[in-house]
Nanobody, 114 residues
Framework: QVQLVESGGGLVRAGGSVRLSCVAS????????MAWYRQAPGKHRELVAS???????NEADSVKGRFTISRDDAKNTVYLQMNTLKPEDTAVYYC????????WGQGTQVTVSS
């Protein structure tokens, strides 16, 4: 398994932007899929965005056009650029790696105030 460490969360006003980073302990070039999930209080964890080894991205309908996932293999880092944030984006955001087995980071809190 790969160790994942997220950073970049915090408190932001509605309409603002935040960029999350996820640094992996291993070379992510060989990892099939990297993704960001989020979990709001009282809700299930949900997929926010994913990116394949080949660079194909997918975003949840709720964030499409506002959030962008990207990866920098040289830095073993995956990013989530979040723009035009809404209060309903408030959640703990988790980095995920899948390559036959699943690895999770510890999560980073993003709070969007209205």
């Amino acid at each position: 398994q790969v160790q994942l460490v997220e950073s970049g969360g915090g408190l932001v006003r509605a309409g603002g932007s935040v960029r999350l980073s996820c640094v992996a302990s291993n070379n992510i070039f060989s990892i099939s899929v990297m993704a960001w999930y989020r979990q709001a209080p009282g809700k299930h964890r949900e997929l926010v965005a994913s990116i394949t080894r080949g660079g194909i991205t997918n975003e949840a309908d709720s964030v499409k056009g506002r959030f962008t996932i990207s990866r920098d293999d040289a830095k073993n880092t995956v990013y989530l650029q979040m723009n035009t944030l809404k209060p309903e984006d408030t959640a703990v955001y988790y980095c995920n790696a899948w390559d036959g087995t699943t690895s999770w980071g510890q999560g980073t809190q993003v709070t969007v105030s209205s």
